[in-house]
């Protein structure tokens, strides 16, 4: 069972050694935990989830989270605060839950097992070979798209493509939507449809074929209805429960 690193940044100490106290008490999940506040916290080093109390004394969570961002684009984040108020503003941030202090003891061990849900679909990844013909790990949140070509699947990346030996309805479903005969679109690497095309995080146009057509759109919607549907997860309170 692979550990996780998470970051834990609050100004209070009690604060996090509480935290620290749950994070190590939950049942079959397994994080290896950083404790810091808003001035020791390390941000040359990439965790894969981020802990961050919204209100410190010398750099706020919303500040905090806009830094990290721009250092990792995909990091994942909690906010915690005492003001639940301030948890629609949280959503500007890409936070991934908001998590009331007074509602710890409902909710943390449910939003820590969605976390570590999100991390094991993310790090989700095949072994492929790349244009020289080394085996290579690829992850599949890097795959913008994929493509049949004979017997082998063609995955391409920001980087290069890679390819092997697979069956493309391996694919089909979760992030993965045909849109025409033999190739296959992360949606999270959609940027643009149009008429008789896709555009891709790579700039690059797929056809979109008209007998796939009302089944992709279909699909898509139904992908952007689960990411509004994490994003009002992330804002609610005990109250919503």
Do not use: W
């Amino acid at each position: 069972m692979k550990n996780y690193k998470i970051v834990v940044c609050d100004d209070s100490k009690d604060m996090r050694d509480m935290i620290y106290k749950k994070l190590k008490s939950l049942d079959n999940i397994n994080f290896d935990v950083v404790l810091a506040d808003d001035r020791t916290i390390d941000l040359s080093q990439e965790y894969d989830a981020y802990l961050l109390d919204i209100e410190m004394p010398h750099t706020d969570g919303f500040a905090l989270a806009t830094k990290i961002h721009s250092l990792y684009k995909n990091a994942l984040i909690l906010f915690l605060t005492s003001h639940t108020e301030l948890s629609m503003v949280g959503y500007e941030y890409q936070v991934f839950r908001f998590i009331g202090k007074n509602d710890l003891d409902s909710v943390f061990e449910t939003y820590m097992k969605d976390v570590k849900e999100e991390l094991d679909r993310r790090n989700r990844y095949l072994i492929a070979k790349d244009e020289e013909g080394n085996e290579m790990v690829v992850y599949l949140r890097e795959i913008i798209c994929i493509y049949s070509e004979g017997n082998y699947l063609n995955y391409a990346t920001s980087k290069q493509i890679y390819r092997n030996r697979e069956k493309l309805k391996n694919f089909k479903g979760d992030v993965f939507i045909q849109a025409s005969n033999g190739m296959l679109v992360n949606f999270c690497h959609i940027n643009k449809i149009e008429k008789s095309h896709v555009l891709l995080s790579n700039q690059n146009k797929v056809k979109l074929g008209r007998t796939y057509k009302k089944d992709f759109l279909t699909k898509v919607m139904q992908c952007r209805i689960a990411v509004s549907y994490t994003h009002l997860r992330a804002h609610e309170t005990r109250h919503d429960l």
